[in-house]
């Protein structure tokens, strides 16, 4: 049984066959999903919401990300969103400064912000801003509250960055690169206690189907590599994040694995 800690099934690129994704994840051992809800940015906030009441085995997350800081949000909003029952998470908030979409002050203004209003983990978005990001959490975050760094595309310096305020690392389809040997190496030392996988799907779909369109099903991929590097087997893999997850975002049992008459 595994979890996708973060996909993004709203994606157009899943217009013409979303029902079939998602089947196709439950057939292959994806208990649940995460619906991460930044979708196109605002005004809509709510992206992950919708795919989250629709499904029961969906969890979703709010949030503005770092390429559309530059849009206007109501700040009230996001805060009443965070309550909503099946939001675990703000996200993906953070800074992206490869493709500056939205200029870094702006960045930076809107991440602070967010951080400001959540009151549930954050889950993080970093992209060749290593440095700004762990100032900025560490300014103006709680580690207590946990947090998630997603898709972690760091070496161990940052793993350990990342560990010592608190987050997990969470790990995609990057992990099955053969270049990507410095992630590699963070997912091998990393303690069993604070890794996750995700697939950021419809994007970095792992080895053997890197190039193609991602989803939750190709998440065992990752998974096996994982246990590879760990020299553990996928089910241990499976339970190890599976639990990590509950106790960071669930914070309690699951009760249920039944799946929904919708689907």
């Given at each position: 049984?595994?979890?996708?800690?973060?996909?993004?099934?709203?994606?157009?690129?899943?217009?013409?066959?979303?029902?079939?994704?998602?089947?196709?994840?439950?057939?292959?051992?994806?208990?649940?999903?995460?619906?991460?809800?930044?979708?196109?940015?605002?005004p809509?906030?709510?992206?992950?919401?919708?795919?989250?009441?629709?499904?029961?085995?969906?969890?979703?997350?709010?949030?503005?990300?770092?390429?559309d800081a530059s849009k206007q949000f109501d700040e009230n909003r996001l805060s009443?969103?965070?309550?909503?029952?099946?939001?675990?998470?703000?996200?993906?908030?953070?800074l992206d400064y490869h493709y500056d979409f939205s200029p870094r002050e702006t960045q930076q203004a809107v991440f602070i912000r967010q951080m400001q209003i959540a009151k549930k983990p954050i889950v993080i978005h970093t992209r060749e801003?290593?440095?700004?990001?762990?100032?900025?959490?560490?300014?103006?975050?709680?580690?207590?509250?946990?947090?998630?760094?997603?898709?972690?595309?760091?070496?161990?310096?940052?793993?350990?960055?990342a560990l010592d305020l608190g987050f997990y690392l969470s790990f995609g389809g990057i992990l099955t690169f053969p270049k990507a040997v410095q992630v590699q190496a963070s997912a091998k030392a990393a303690p069993s206690d604070r890794i996750l996988l995700e697939t950021d799907a419809p994007y970095l779909a792992p080895v053997p189907k890197r190039g193609k369109r991602n989803e939750p099903a190709l998440m065992v991929?990752?998974?096996?590599?994982?246990a590879d590097l760990r020299d553990e087997?996928?089910?241990?893999?499976?339970?190890?994040?599976?639990?990590?997850?509950?106790?960071?975002?669930?914070?309690?049992?699951?009760?249920?694995?039944?799946?929904?008459t919708n689907c």
């Open positions: 049984m595994l979890i996708d800690s973060h996909c993004h099934l709203d994606s157009d690129q899943f217009d013409a066959d979303r029902e079939q994704v998602i089947e196709r994840a439950l057939n292959a051992g994806v208990s649940h999903m995460v619906a991460i809800g930044t979708g196109n940015g605002p809509d906030l709510e992206a992950g919401i919708r795919l989250a009441e629709k499904y029961e085995f969906f969890y979703a997350t709010v949030g503005v990300h770092p390429h009443d969103l965070t309550q909503h029952p099946k939001v675990i998470a703000v996200g993906e908030i953070g801003a290593w440095d700004d990001t762990i100032k900025l959490i560490r300014e103006h975050w709680d580690p207590q509250r946990g947090g998630i760094m997603h898709c972690f595309s760091g070496g161990p310096e940052e793993a350990m960055r991929h990752t998974a096996q590599k994982l087997s996928i089910d241990n893999i499976s339970l190890i994040t599976t639990e990590n997850f509950r106790r960071l975002l669930i914070q309690q049992p699951e009760t249920s694995n039944q799946k929904p």
